[in-house]
């Protein structure tokens, strides 16, 4: 299993950026897949950006052209930068990776987008 650790969540208000992280316990080019989910009160868990291990990228309809997902290799850590942000966006982000057919999650890092 991988370990993951979130970071970078806050409120803010509707227009403005946020960019959150994500620590990966190993190379995350080991991972078959990692990325972004996030689940709003009484929704369910959605996906909203991940990378392949081919290096390609799978957006949600809902959040392209405002967020970008991106990777720092030698510090393990996959970001997800969000612009233009808005009030249904609110959730709880969490990171996500596949190792081995394992799945692991982060504990999760609240957003919250004021109108």
């Known amino acids: 299993q991988v370990q993951l650790v979130e970071s970078g969540g806050g409120l803010v208000q509707a227009g403005g950026s946020l960019r959150l992280s994500c620590a990966a316990s190993?190379?995350?080019?080991?991972?078959?897949?990692i990325g972004w989910y996030r689940q709003a009160p009484g929704e369910q868990r959605e996906l909203v950006a991940t990378?392949?291990?081919?290096?390609?990228?799978n957006y949600a309809d809902s959040v392209k052209g405002r967020f970008t997902i991106s990777r720092d290799n030698p510090k393990n850590t996959v970001y997800l930068q969000m612009n233009s942000l808005k009030p249904e966006d609110t959730a709880v982000y969490y990171c996500?990776?596949?190792?081995?057919?394992?799945?692991?999650w982060g504990q999760g890092t609240q957003v919250t987008v004021s109108a």
């Open positions: 996500h990776a596949i190792w081995l057919g394992v799945q692991s």
């Open positions: 190993r190379s995350i080019f080991s991972l078959n897949v």
């Open positions: 990378f392949t291990s081919a290096g390609s990228t």
